[in-house]
């Protein structure tokens, strides 16, 4: 079956702008989490969507948001970029929200911002 | 958030088994360890996971002691394309199942 699909994989935006990125998870799959990842933090939870509703939230300011729809699908919102948001941008999916449950990640999306 | 200690590094020989330790000594009955490895600018790749009893698939196997404090990812014959980062988690219910990285150990095989 198809695995996690995140779009789009690369993305250059500036400063002060706003940028959507989408996640179409393995079909069945109804959690979505999000992680940033950069060389200084390592992989660092965003967010976890299950069910269209938010489950969890990491340490992030309010500039990160996200939704998921009804077929699971699920996109994040980050307004007025800064330098910093420069990053891998990892999404996962799970069947379910447990401990036996695995998770599939996608190969991301690179955002640099400049 | 990640309650799991991993070495930061190890070489291993191609061919040679590679032998992961990890330390989750905090570790709940109910809650499994998984393990994950990210190559170089993807995405992490899940390898397995195990709650007790050992468990094997085609790409690794996992030894959890009888305690449950720790356990050991085994990769029975490292190949090249095996040189990752390895990550051991818990997915803990006080942590509401989320899985959190720690910096894992940069495994690198060695011809």
């Known amino acids: 079956k198809a695995g996690v699909t995140q779009t789009p994989r690369y993305l250059i935006k500036t400063r002060g702008q706003q940028v959507t990125l989408s996640c179409s998870p393995i079909s069945g799959h109804r959690s979505v989490s999000w992680y940033q990842q950069t060389p200084g933090q390592g992989l660092q939870f965003l967010f976890e969507y299950f069910s269209e509703t938010q489950r969890n939230k990491g340490n992030f300011p309010g500039r990160f948001s996200g939704r998921q729809f009804s077929n699971s699908r699920s996109e994040m919102n980050v307004s007025t970029l800064e330098l910093g948001d420069s990053a891998l941008y990892l999404c996962?999916?799970?069947?379910?929200?447990?401990?036996?449950?695995?998770?599939?990640f996608g190969q991301g999306t690179r955002l640099t911002v400049v | 958030d990640a309650k799991t200690t991993q070495p930061p590094s190890m070489d291993c020989a191609e061919g040679r088994a590679a032998n992961l330790p990890c330390n989750h000594s905090t570790i709940s009955g109910n809650e499994y360890v998984y393990w994950y490895r990210q190559i170089h600018s993807q995405g992490p790749q899940y390898i397995i996971h195990g709650l007790k009893n050992n468990e094997t698939n085609e790409m690794a196997s996992l030894i959890i002691t009888e305690d449950r404090k720790s356990s050991t990812l085994i990769l029975p014959h490292a190949t090249l394309r095996d040189t990752a980062v390895y990550y051991c988690?818990?997915?803990?219910?006080?942590?509401?199942?989320?899985?959190?990285f720690g910096a894992g150990t940069t495994v690198t095989v060695r011809a």
């Open positions: 988690i818990v997915r803990e219910r006080s942590n509401d199942y989320k899985l959190s």
């Open positions: 996962a999916s799970s069947l379910a929200r447990w401990t036996n449950t695995e998770a599939f």
